[in-house]
């Protein structure tokens, strides 16, 4: 069965740029039926869907951070990644990857990776 | 964006209890719905997509139901495993949000 995995530093000085990486296994990421996530989840704040990305390269993001997100896929290591630029307290949060899944516009996120905590200090 | 509520935030409840979770949406979602649980220090889990469909492997006391903004998840009867919280998730419009959560623990 599919199985995600994120790395990446788990500590980021403010400004910075956050780079993580999802490593998909037990499963293609050619698969045209699926798309890739990002989600976070902020201390005691609610899931935020981030962006993903589809194998084709083709890309979607929330409003909310379009401006400070960049989502890329390497088929050939079946990686997505996330940079995420000038970082502040603010971005603080588990990051998750999740595959998408989308059938008649519905979308749903299923697996999930375990989460990386990311925290953002000097 | 769409917002979405759930209610109430958290609950007590018994093993053996029913449990009803309630999710609205700010505008008209059809039935672009879904649910998690989340257990602490994990990542929440899939069981239910389209408002309805239950995620395979996910036992049968979980249903949800409802359409346009009002949504219920149900639990037939809880088990000690299902103490966790529970998310709705919306995909009608982008970008996809989700509610705040429900955490359902042990009376």
């Known amino acids: 069965q599919v199985q995600l995995q994120e790395s990446g530093p788990g500590l980021v000085k403010p400004s910075q740029t956050l780079t993580l990486t999802c490593t998909v296994s037990?499963?293609?990421?050619?698969?045209?039926?699926?798309?890739w996530s990002w989600i976070r989840q902020r201390p005691g704040k609610d899931l935020e869907w981030i962006a993903y990305i589809h194998y084709s390269g083709m890309t979607y993001f929330n409003p909310s951070l379009k401006s400070r997100v960049a989502i890329s896929v390497d088929t050939s290591k079946s990686q997505f990644s996330l940079k995420l630029n000038s970082m502040t307290a603010a971005d603080t949060a588990v990051y998750y990857c999740?595959?998408?899944?989308?059938?008649?516009?519905?979308?749903?996120?299923?697996?999930w990776g375990q989460g990386t905590l990311v925290t953002v200090s000097s | 964006d769409i917002q979405m509520t759930q209610s109430p935030s958290s609950v007590s409840v018994s093993v053996g209890d029913r449990v009803t979770i309630t999710c609205r949406a700010s505008q008209g979602i059809s039935n672009h719905l879904a649910w998690y649980q989340q257990k602490p220090g994990k990542a929440p889990k899939l069981l239910i997509f389209a408002a309805s469909s239950l995620q395979s492997g996910v036992p049968s006391r979980f249903s949800g139901s409802g359409s346009g903004t009002d949504f219920t998840l149900t639990i037939s009867s809880l088990q000690p495993e299902d103490f966790a919280s529970y998310f709705c998730q919306q995909s009608e419009r982008f970008p996809l949000t989700f509610g705040g959560g429900t955490k359902v623990e042990i009376k």
């Open positions: 037990g499963g293609s990421i050619h698969s045209g039926d699926f798309y």
């Open positions: 999740a595959r998408n899944r989308i059938i008649d516009h519905s979308h749903w996120f299923d697996p």
